[in-house]
C-alpha cells in the first residue's frame, strides 16, 4: 500500500507520516528530506544553487539513505554521514525550493524514491507524491494549515529536544515565516511538479486540529482503502 501525503513546509507532513508509520508498520519516505539533502551538498561544497548543471550533476553522484531510529525517528544520511539536523537549517530552508525545482534533480531523486515503494508499504511525504511519484497512490492526503503556524512548528522541530522559550524563538519564528510564504510561492508557481492537491485528494487543514486528530483522520482512511 502507498499512502501519499502532500502539502506546504511546516503543514505538519513529517510528523504526521511519522505517526501513520509507527500506527500502520509502513515505511516513512521523507522526500522534502532528498531535496533537502542536495541542497545542503551543494551548500557545503561551494556549488552556487543558481548553477543548474553543478547542482543536478551533484544530485546524480550523491548517496542519500534513510535509517529508521526507534520511536518512529529516522535518520538522513548523506554519503554516510547524518545530516538530519543540517538539512533543516534557515540556510537550508532558503535554498531548497531553487534546488527542487531542477528537471534532473527530481528524475535522480525519482528511481530511489521508487524502489522503497516496491519492497515496503510506504506513507510517502512531499509536495508531488501524490501527482508525480505515485500517482496510483491507495491513499492520497493534501495537508496544509495556517502558514504563522507552520512556522512555528518548523522552528519547535529545529529545536527538538531542547529547553525552548517560545518567546525568545519569535525572530526566528518571524524570519521562518517569511522563508515559508516565499516558498510557498515557488512551490506553487514552478513549472515542474508544482505543489498542487491531486483531483483526487482528501485536503485536511491541520491548524485547529492536533497531530492525533489528524493521524485518526488519515488511519481512517487507510483503513477504508484496506477493506476495498
Request: glycine share 6%; charged share 30%.
Amino acid at each position: 500500500m502507498i499512502v501519499a501525503i502532500d502539502g506546504p513546509a511546516g503543514s505538519g507532513k513529517s510528523t504526521i507520516a511519522r505517526e501513520i508509520a509507527r500506527r500502520h508498520g509502513f515505511e516513512k519516505l521523507d522526500t522534502g528530506a532528498m531535496y533537502r539533502a542536495v541542497t545542503f551538498a551543494a551548500l557545503s561544497r561551494g556549488i552556487d544553487l543558481a548553477d543548474e548543471d553543478g547542482v543536478c550533476h551533484l544530485a546524480r553522484l550523491v548517496n542519500i539513505v534513510f535509517q529508521p531510529q526507534p520511536g518512529g525517528v529516522t535518520r538522513v544520511f548523506l554519503d554516510g554521514e547524518d545530516v538530519s539536523s543540517q538539512i533543516r537549517t534557515p540556510e537550508v530552508d532558503a535554498g531548497v525550493s531553487k534546488v527542487s525545482a531542477y528537471p534532473d534533480v527530481r528524475v535522480a531523486m525519482l528511481a530511489p524514491q521508487r524502489a522503497v515503494a516496491r519492497q515496503h508499504d510506504v506513507v510517502a511525504e512531499g509536495r508531488d507524491i501524490g501527482t508525480v511519484v505515485f500517482p496510483d497512490a491507495d491513499v492520497k492526503v493534501f495537508l496544509t494549515a495556517d502558514p504563522r503556524e507552520r512556522a512555528r512548528r518548523r522552528v519547535l522541530q529545529r529545536h527538538e529536544g531542547e529547553q525552548v522559550d517560545l518567546s525568545a524563538l519569535e525572530p526566528e519564528i518571524a524570519e521562518t515565516l517569511a522563508s515559508i510564504e516565499r516558498r510557498d510561492a515557488l512551490d506553487a508557481s514552478r513549472d515542474v511538479a508544482p505543489l498542487v492537491a491531486a483531483a483526487d485528494a482528501v485536503r485536511i487543514d491541520s491548524t485547529a486540529y492536533s497531530i492525533e486528530e489528524v493521524v485518526d483522520q488519515i488511519s481512517a482512511l487507510i483503513e477504508e482503502a484496506q477493506r476495498a
